[in-house]
Every structure is written in C-alpha cells, then in structure tokens.
T-cell receptor, first 110, second 113 residues
C-alpha cells in the first residue's frame, strides 16, 4: 500500500537549534516529492519539489534532500517564525495520485 | 497578484443535501486541484483539472465531482452529504500542473450536521 510517514509528529526547538524532519515513503513510480508549510487557519504554502534521488534544494534556512526511500527537511538556525506544520507529499503510481503525510508540527521557542 | 480565492469560506449543510464549492485560481494558471483535509485523515487528494479536463483523480466515491470552466475557475460538488464529509476543502492552482509549484487557497470549511 502506498504510504507516506512523517516523523516526528511534533518538535520543539530553541531558536538557533538546527534539526531535521523526516518523510519516508513506500510508493511505486515516484514522480515527485513535495514539501509544504502550513500555518494554522491557512492553506499549505509550497516550499520544494524534488524529483530524483540525490537532489537537494535550499531556501533560506531550509534545505530538502531526497533518497530512494525518504526525504529530509533540514532547518538551520530556526527562528520563531519558522513555527508551523510541515507537510510532505508524493505523487506516484500509474494514476499520478498524491499522498500526504500527516505532518510535523514545529515550534521554535525564542 | 491576487491569490487563490475560495467561496464560500464556511458552510453548514444537512446530511443528504448536496453542496457546490467554488475556486478561482491565480490569473494565468490552468491547473486547479482539490483536496480534503480532516484531523483524522490529513490532506487527501480529490482531483486535478487542467484546461477543463480532469487529469488525475484520488480515491474518493463518485459523490465527489468537479469541473473546470474555460476561465479556469473550478467547482467541486458533493452530493448526498454524509457526516464524514465535514472537512476543510482546499483548492490549489498551478501554472504547469499539480506536479509543480502549487498555490493553495484558504479553504472552505464544510460542516455536515
């Protein structure tokens, strides 16, 4: 069964304390892996798309990497404004379906 | 430029009724995708429309349908509402398709009583 699992479910960091969020997937025919940020009461905000193993993308304090089985979202020296739920999704299969993880709720404490 | 807009923002319906939700994409975007978000199941993909054609479809029953108009605006319809259809319905638009950068609207909160 196609599945996307994110860990940890919740993460509390001190401002400046770097960490990584994990997204592991078991799907057939991966077409792309996506990272989104979602703030309470809002729709998700696109962060990155990764298409093949070994690919990396960076944006400000965020860096996303992809292997054949998982992706990491590295957060370097986070700030309180980075507090949000981070969602991972994959597009896969013959029907090009999207599968979302349940997210990691990140809290950055000043 | 204006973002993705969804109407209405909140809706309360009774079990058995039907509902239509509307999504206006960012100007120039031809792809509109719909998603259901619930606390228990998280975000689930409903379908994607590109230039008025349904391109991809998720695993939802036929009660969930959609369409896209020539101006790229999209509507989603849910017939014979069930209590479990209570959710936040999000639409997202993209220039090239859901497999690329998408911009989400604020969602329509549907409550079925």
């Amino acid at each position: 069964e196609d599945q996307v699992t994110q860990s940890p479910e919740a993460l509390r960091l001190q401002e400046g304390e770097s960490s990584s969020l994990n997204c592991s997937y078991t799907v057939s025919g991966l077409r792309g892996l996506f990272w989104y940020r979602q703030d309470p009461g809002k729709g998700p905000e696109f962060l990155f798309t990764l298409y093949s193993a070994g690919e990396e993308k960076e944006k400000e304090r965020l860096k996303a990497t992809l292997t054949k089985k998982e992706s990491f979202l590295h957060i370097t020296a986070p700030k309180p404004e980075d507090s949000a739920t981070y969602l991972c999704a994959v597009q896969a299969g013959t029907g090009n379906q999207f599968y979302f993880g349940t997210g990691t709720s990140l809290t950055v404490i000043p | 430029k204006a973002g993705v807009t969804q109407t209405p923002r909140y809706l309360i319906k009774t079990r058995g009724q039907q509902v239509t939700l509307s999504c206006s994409p960012i100007s120039g975007h031809r792809s509109v995708s719909w998603y259901q978000q619930t606390p228990g199941q998280g975000l689930q993909f409903l379908f994607e429309y590109f230039s008025e054609t349904q391109r991809n479809k998720g695993n939802f029953p036929g009660r969930f349908s959609g369409r896209q108009f020539s101006n790229s605006r999209s509507e989603m319809n849910v017939s014979t509402l069930e209590l479990g259809d209570s959710a936040l319905y999000l639409c997202a638009s993209s220039l090239r398709g859901a497999a690329y950068e998408q911009y989400f609207g604020p969602g329509t909160r549907l409550t079925v009583t």
